[in-house]
């Protein structure tokens, strides 16, 4: 399976932009970046997800690097609600007797993010 | 309201003592996971389902089992095997037929205390 790197933790301020960076370079061409986070007790919730281009949300942004080797997700101003552990994983393609996808779903260590007031 | 539903919150139970942490869904989804996290640490996948009656052993399944044998419910039972089975487990469903980049949904955990 393709892995993931993330640095272990990074600080923001609030209210300020959050670049929080993934390296992926074993990806496969048909490889989706999907990232969650992780609220402290809570399960992880989806963030974004992509495949080539640029996506925006809600939520975030994320931005692929043009070889797919790497990706940022940006959280454009952080709150204090913003802070979590965040982590980018890879679709692994594993195809059932059915014929269908969904792949492992692999997570890493992640990254935590730390917001200050 | 749909969603993935986990039971109970905390569980305790014995050491040499089986013990089944239930995981339901009402978003029919197709696939179905389980994972493992310890304190401070990230998920690891413990097993996967992609659809009923089948599923496949993840990274540690060592001492664990499960089984799908209805969409809904994807039930993991920890077993006396697990050398270290206090941990929090997540339980995770994803994607309905014909979508298959869709996110996963995750429940909100069982936190389990075997002593």
């Known amino acids: 399976d393709a892995k993931t790197t993330q640095p272990n933790s990074m600080e923001s301020n609030e209210e300020e932009p959050v670049h929080l960076p993934c390296n992926h370079s074993?990806?496969?061409?048909?490889?989706?970046i999907h990232w969650y986070r992780q609220l402290p007790s809570q399960g992880p919730e989806y963030v974004i997800h992509?495949?080539?281009s640029n996506v925006n949300n809600r939520m975030a942004s994320l931005a692929i690097a043009e070889d797919r080797k790497s990706s940022t997700l940006i959280l454009h101003r952080a709150t204090l609600r913003d802070a979590a552990v965040y982590y980018c994983?890879?679709?692994?393609?594993?195809?059932?007797?059915?014929?269908?996808?969904?792949?492992?779903?692999?997570f890493g260590q992640g990254t935590i993010l730390t917001v200050h007031p | 309201d749909g969603g993935i539903t986990q039971s109970p919150k905390y569980l305790f139970r014995k050491e040499g003592q089986n013990v089944t942490l239930s995981c339901e869904q009402n978003?029919?989804?197709?696939?179905m996971y389980w994972y493992r996290q310890d304190p401070g640490q990230g998920l690891r996948l413990i097993y996967y389902?992609?659809?009923?009656?089948?599923?496949q052993k993840g990274d540690i399944a060592e001492g664990y089992s499960v089984s799908r044998e209805k969409k809904e419910s994807f039930p993991l039972t920890v077993t006396s095997a697990q050398k270290n089975p206090t941990a929090f487990y997540l339980c995770?469903?994803?994607?309905?037929?014909?979508?298959?980049?869709?996110?996963?949904?995750f429940g909100q955990g069982t936190r389990l205390t075997v002593v």
């Open positions: 995770a469903s994803r994607g309905d037929r014909g979508s298959l980049n869709t996110e996963a949904f």
């Open positions: 074993t990806i496969s061409g048909t490889d989706y």
């Open positions: 992509g495949l080539t």
């Open positions: 994983i890879l679709r692994a393609h594993t195809p059932n007797a059915g014929g269908t996808s969904y792949g492992k779903l692999t």
């Open positions: 978003l029919n989804h197709d696939a």
């Open positions: 389902s992609q659809i009923v009656n089948d599923f």
